[in-house]
């Protein structure tokens, strides 16, 4: 049995989910979220709490029994709590900012870059412009803006300049080391 699958998703208040075959809908404070998943995986509400079970111990079965059960309890989190990445700009003249919804970053390249907002995710720049929040009520969506915000000037090994998760280490690299003395 898979370890994951097995445990059940406790459905905080507010929250309320309907299945329809293999479609889940999840709603909340926070906003709504849909989802399809594998029409093999039996999914119910039983008072206030969502189960996953599977038909069969074959591979894809045990596979998805997990899959299923924790992309439930994204969703379930999601419109309840919402999740949060955070971003961190480090170098000389680096910097954000917010134009209405839009985030305009500066990365030393001689244009600024600009990100909409997609749906149900928004942006916040505390701190002087040095950092970036991303925040949602979908995880994988969150993750994927924050690596695309990353993606744009990923942290050097030299300086360390660059676009970095908060907490993130970056390796570095020792410079030149044949120039002593000039």
Excluded: W
Excluded at 50 to 79: F, I, K, Q, S, Y
Excluded at 119 to 147: C, L
């Amino acid at each position: 049995m898979s370890r994951i699958g097995k445990q059940p998703i406790h459905l905080p208040d507010k929250v309320e989910v309907d299945v329809q075959g293999s479609d889940v809908t999840v709603k909340g404070p926070k906003g709504e979220l849909c989802r399809s998943f594998d029409p093999d995986m039996k999914i119910s509400v039983e008072d206030g709490v969502l189960v996953v079970e599977r038909p069969t111990d074959h591979r894809t079965h045990r596979a998805m029994h997990g899959l299923t059960r924790a992309l439930l309890a994204n969703m379930v989190t999601g419109v309840s709590e919402g999740y949060r990445k955070e971003l961190e700009i480090v170098g000389t003249g680096y910097r954000a900012e917010m134009q209405g919804e839009t985030l305009i970053l500066f990365l030393g390249y001689s244009h600024p870059i600009e990100f909409a907002p997609p749906q149900n995710i928004s942006f916040e720049v505390p701190r002087g412009g040095r950092a970036v929040t991303v925040a949602g009520i979908d995880k994988e969506m969150v993750g994927e803006i924050a690596a695309r915000i990353r993606r744009q000037r990923p942290p050097e090994p030299y300086k360390g300049k660059g676009v970095r998760y908060v907490g993130e280490y970056v390796r570095r690299k020792a410079g030149k080391a044949g120039r002593v003395g000039g």
